[in-house]
């Protein structure tokens, strides 16, 4: 169980409120430790670089500053100012951030109105409701742009349950803790939610049933033309937005599969002829629509997308299907839905399955690239001898420093990468650019395409120039399971070790750092040739001795 440090600090009482994380913590599977900063120290703990926060150094930093503090200070200042308070608090949230350590995540604002203009208060720039909403739109905009900075919306909370549900005044009034007793498990969660997917942990997959999930009734009973589906109002809109809510997540670059016990044939007809559906086959990576167990349908799935079942999430109508999946396939996500389709959308909000820690351009076209990998799993099986498969995909290779175009995306794939990554080291925007302006570090950013199309970037490398002068150190080494299997560790192997022999340097040093997803690259630098050292789980690799491997793809470099 991965262990980290969190900071907590408000402007309130967050006793419990630590002990809520910590409980959650377990939940998402990891074990951390809390600093708890004393009551309303933010600044005093996040600005003094010798105080007992950054003593502790934390991973994580969680700031929560509350609506109702906000709106004390609103209160006490002089009227000529209250237009400048969004702006105010966004000044001081800047230096926080740039002070604090570790990733910060920041809580947004839930709404108190205070009714001093009634409605007319949005029209009123100095209004507390006019610069609570400012800000709030302020924070989206400085977190869209500074990568350490996450929020967290617990207004969603607060949206979803109630004013009475998230703030209980007589316990505010006692205690000076702003989160009701009730309110504290969500806000935990979300903020778990956004570590998790910090650290990697979060869904890949979205795999859905069809009768009477995706679309009302039964097609191989009632036709294509016959299923329930959009037509304005009653059920069929239900399933109608539901799809629509779908796509949205594909756009978002979630792979989306069939697993449905039905006649493809039928299926696919489903969704090319009936006009009101919102998806369409180009939406899925795979469709499985068969008379077999569903489980054994979504592993052939897994295998084939070659995704861990824990990055999976399996939607299905039928409680009996539900639990044959629950019971046969450890570490995917089945969600027990409501029995009115209606209620589908609104339930699936509240599970907030698919957060997501960065969003590359390249996530809109994953769904092709995966459906391309179902493609070449196909093609694999007319072959008998690995080596003709490999050369009949004609694949090419480019090879490139990290720059500001691929920065977002070698950041997305750090924090990705599970199987194929010797030390699961995960860093965001900011620290890439760090690593790309440090003369320590050597960046390479490896690009992949084949006769069936662009897997775009595929594998990254970051090597560190040890203090003798002489040694390159592997600080990251991860791929794509999209490629697993088909040389491209060889060829990137080749290229780093060209780097070294044109640079001056004798060796390279590797570090298998174990983990409960990467077990598969276990033997990997012992399997390239590299020497174990005294030191568990690190190998080096004496370039004078290296002789290259011989693979299937072809360098775009050489021909530039």
Not at 177 to 185: D, E, Q, T
Not at 336 to 360: I, R, T, V, W
Not at 503 to 517: D, L, Q, T, V
Request: charged share 25%; with cysteine; hydrophobic share 40%.
């Amino acid at each position: 169980m991965p262990h980290l440090k969190v900071a907590i600090l408000g402007d309130s009482a967050t006793q419990l409120l630590c002990t809520a994380i910590k409980g959650m913590a377990r939940v998402h599977n990891f074990d951390i430790s809390i600093f708890e900063a004393d009551y309303s120290q933010i600044e005093l703990q996040v600005l003094n670089p010798d105080s007992e926060y950054h003593a502790f150094e934390p991973d994580f930093t969680i700031i929560f500053q509350s609506t109702h503090k906000l709106l004390e200070k609103y209160n006490s200042d002089a009227p000529h100012s209250h237009s400048g308070l969004a702006q105010e608090r966004m000044a001081q949230i800047d230096a926080l951030a740039s002070a604090a350590c570790g990733k910060l995540i920041y809580f947004d604002y839930p709404e108190i109105n205070d009714n001093v203009f009634g409605s007319y208060g949005l029209k009123v720039e100095s209004s507390f409701i006019y610069q609570l909403r400012k800000l709030n739109m302020l924070l989206c905009e400085y977190a869209s742009t500074h990568a350490g900075f996450y929020l967290c919306g617990i207004s969603d909370i607060q949206n979803r349950f109630g004013r009475n549900f998230m703030f209980d005044a007589a316990i505010y009034t006692g205690t000076e803790m702003v989160l009701s007793i009730n309110a504290l498990p969500y806000v935990a969660a979300k903020v778990c939610d956004i570590i998790s997917a910090i650290k990697g942990k979060f869904k890949k997959c979205l795999i859905l049933d069809l009768d009477n999930t995706l679309w009302g009734g039964v097609v191989g009973d009632d036709g294509w033309e016959g299923i329930q589906i959009g037509h304005g109002i009653g059920i069929g809109k239900a399933f109608s937005e539901f799809q629509a809510w779908i796509k949205q997540l594909k756009n978002r670059g979630i792979i989306l599969a069939v697993c449905s016990k039905n006649d493809e044939q039928v299926v696919r007809e489903a969704f090319t002829r009936n006009p009101e559906m919102v998806l369409t086959l180009d939406d899925f990576a795979m469709i499985v629509a068969n008379w077999e167990n569903k489980a054994d349908n979504i592993r052939y799935i897994q295998q084939t997308l070659n995704i861990g079942f824990d990055s999976m999430v399996f939607v299905d109508d039928n409680p009996f299907e539900r639990d044959i999946v629950r019971s046969n396939i450890e570490g995917i996500t089945v969600p027990d839905m409501p029995e009115d389709p209606a209620d589908y959308l609104e339930f699936l909000y509240g599970c907030n399955l698919f957060e997501a820690a960065a969003y590359s351009s390249e996530d809109a076209a994953r769904t092709k690239q995966y459906q391309i990998q179902a493609s070449r799993a196909m093609e694999r099986l007319k072959f008998t001898n690995v080596d003709d498969f490999l050369e009949s995909l004609e694949m090419k290779a480019k090879v490139e420093p990290f720059n500001s175009f691929n920065t977002p995306r070698v950041a997305q794939l750090t924090q990705r990468s599970n199987q194929f990554n010797l030390r699961t080291a995960r860093y965001d925007e900011e620290d890439i650019r760090r690593i790309c302006a440090d003369s320590r570090y050597a960046t390479f950013a490896f690009y992949l395409s084949d006769k069936y199309g662009d897997n775009g970037l595929i594998s990254v490398v970051i090597l560190k120039k040890e203090a003798d002068d002489s040694s390159l150190f592997v600080d990251t080494w991860l791929m794509s399971c999209r490629v697993l299997n088909r040389g491209m560790e060889h060829f990137v192997l080749n290229a780093i070790c060209d780097y070294a022999s044109q640079n001056g340097f004798n060796r390279i040093i590797g570090e298998y750092i174990p983990s409960a997803k990467n077990k598969i690259v276990a033997q990997h630098y012992s399997s390239l040739g590299f020497c174990e050292t005294a030191e568990a789980n690190k190998y080096v690799l004496n370039i004078n001795d290296y002789i290259k491997h011989n693979n299937h793809i072809v360098s775009e470099n050489d021909s530039d």
